[in-house]
């Protein structure tokens, strides 16, 4: 069943969730890198906005399991693979500090619902890589890294533009491969918790 609805309306949420067991949250307002640099703000409100709604609309009404995706734009600037628990080991990378606090933020709030009320809510919180697949945006204002790839050699670009020194290593997880993984988590955690879900290596 697909229901039409606008996550910034706080009684849009509410009548989405009523009746609702579970509740994944994988809708984002997204940009790719480029685009990320423009938006800053624009990305931090319209998206800690339909979050916070969703996950108060959830708990509110009477929602059993809520989980949220975070993002590895969390995380500190770091060569090495980063465990969940290091998240708070140093700032976001400065180019994404707009919506790696924003997720930072919604995560803490998922930790609190789940935690800290009187009638808590199971929250579990997946932080994918950099995920591809179909359906894609190949729009260089708004992909992501591997369609932007994708799009530079079907374009005939050469020689092929890359940001940064060109040493950089991203782990990259396609979307099935990602929705498994939460989906997996979903059915065998029954606490609050956190989990990278990647490929695993660069």
């Known amino acids: ?14 009548r989405i969730v009523k009746d609702v067991d579970i ?10 890198a480029k685009e990320q640099q423009k938006s800053k703000i624009d990305l931090v409100r319209n998206n800690v906005v339909p979050s916070i709604n969703i996950l108060d ?5 009477g ?5 949220f995706v975070g993002s590895s734009t969390m995380y500190p600037d770091s060569h090495l ?3 969940e628990e290091e998240l708070f ?21 998922c930790d609190f619902f789940s935690n800290q009320i009187h009638d808590p809510m199971q929250c ?3 932080r994918p890589s950099n995920a591809f697949g179909p359906n894609d945006k190949y729009d260089f204002e708004k992909c992501h890294v591997t369609p932007a790839n994708i799009r530079k050699v079907a374009d005939n670009l050469n020689p092929i533009p890359l940001w940064g020194d ?24 029954d606490e609050y918790d956190i989990y990278n879900v990647s490929y695993g290596k660069g």
Request: aromatic content about 10%; charged content about 25%.
């Open 57 to 61: 609309a959830a708990v509110r009404e």
């Open 23 to 32: 509740v994944l949250n994988l809708a984002a307002w997204i940009r790719g």
């Open 166 to 189: 060109g040493t950089e290593v991203r782990d990259v997880i396609h979307v099935d491969d990602m929705v498994s993984g939460f989906i997996c988590v979903a059915e065998n955690v």
């Open 1 to 14: 069943e697909v229901i039409s609805a606008d996550l910034s309306s706080y009684e849009d949420c509410k």
């Open 81 to 83: 693979p980063m465990k």
């Open 89 to 109: 080991n140093g700032e976001p990378f400065k180019e994404y500090a707009g919506v790696g606090w924003m997720k930072r933020y919604c995560e803490t709030l």
């Open 124 to 126: 579990v919180i997946i």
């Open 63 to 67: 929602v059993e399991y809520f989980g």
